[in-house]
């Protein structure tokens, strides 16, 4: 609402247990980022990363009309495997939705501690 206040919840449909990090929105649109980074609690007894990149499934981004009444009104785009975070921009031109976030191919979780992973600094665009 204008005041702040939540006015409805639309179950997206997302059937697995994935980790959702972003999304994005638009003027008309919000857009889901249904992807096969998975939630595996068998893992923590294994000694495993409880989410692991499942690269058998696709990326799903789902668009789904901002004022939606069900699950069924979002449309859903599949793409190769992946896993994408930080939504930076996402917008509209004319019958197309826009969005830019950062992808990667590959993603380990245990590496995100490690001192072994290593950026290459400051990037010139």
Not at 45 to 57: A, E, T
């Amino acid at each position: 609402s204008a005041d702040g206040r939540l006015v409805r919840t639309v179950d997206a449909g997302v059937k697995r247990p994935i980790m959702i990090h972003d999304c994005a929105i638009t003027e008309r649109f919000t857009l889901i980022l249904d992807q096969p980074l998975e939630f595996c609690k068998e893992n923590i007894v294994r000694g495993r990363p409880v989410f692991h990149l499942n690269k058998k499934c696709p990326v799903r981004v789902g668009v789904m009309p901002r004022h939606a009444l069900s699950n069924a009104e979002v449309k859903w785009f599949a793409f190769e495997s992946s896993y994408g975070f930080h939504t930076m921009n996402a917008w509209e031109q004319g019958d197309e939705v826009f969005m830019v976030f950062c992808r990667v191919e590959e993603f380990e979780m245990e590496a995100l501690g490690s001192s072994s992973v290593r950026g290459r600094g400051r990037d010139k665009f």
